[in-house]
């Protein structure tokens, strides 16, 4: 096997997909090692422009695959240190939700997007539309 490299890849099916990516020579006939795979799209909002990430295949567990080649149009490295965190950030997440699924605790914080409890959100919201400030 090869040296393993961030890439992007674009297959016959139209799909674009991020991996951490190794070649493996396989006898002649190369195959396309694919670890943890992920789509990511674009998308834009009212609340500005923001990088949806979920997984290439979201029904399985696996974490490699594996492709020929003659279902890649084309595949190109990337060295973009944001996508390279986004990747990885989102792998590191992943295995949070899992170690979560299977017994483990993970408390909720901000950076998941948690900022309050409901009923602290509906006191401060009732506050702001009262005009009352905090104490």
């Not at 990511?40 to 290439?56: D, E, I, L």
């Not at 149009?73 to 299977?102: A, F, G, P, Q, W």
Request: glycine share 6%.
């Amino acid at each position: 096997m090869g040296d393993e490299f961030y890439a992007i890849i674009k297959l016959v099916s139209g799909e674009e997909i991020m991996s951490l990516v190794m070649i493996d020579e396989n006898d002649g006939d190369p195959v396309v090692v694919l670890q943890n795979p992920i789509t990511m799209k674009m998308v834009t909002s009212s609340q500005g422009s923001f990088v949806k990430v979920k997984p290439w295949i979201e029904m399985s567990d696996d974490d490699f695959f594996i492709i020929k080649l003659d279902k890649i149009i084309t595949m190109t490295e990337t060295s973009d240190k944001r996508i390279i965190n986004l990747y990885n950030n989102y792998i590191e997440d992943d295995t949070t939700v899992e170690s979560y699924e299977s017994g483990g605790h993970v408390r909720p914080s901000s950076k998941m997007g948690y900022l309050s409890s409901v009923d602290d959100a509906r006191k401060k919201l009732e506050r702001i539309f009262k005009g009352i400030k905090e104490s």
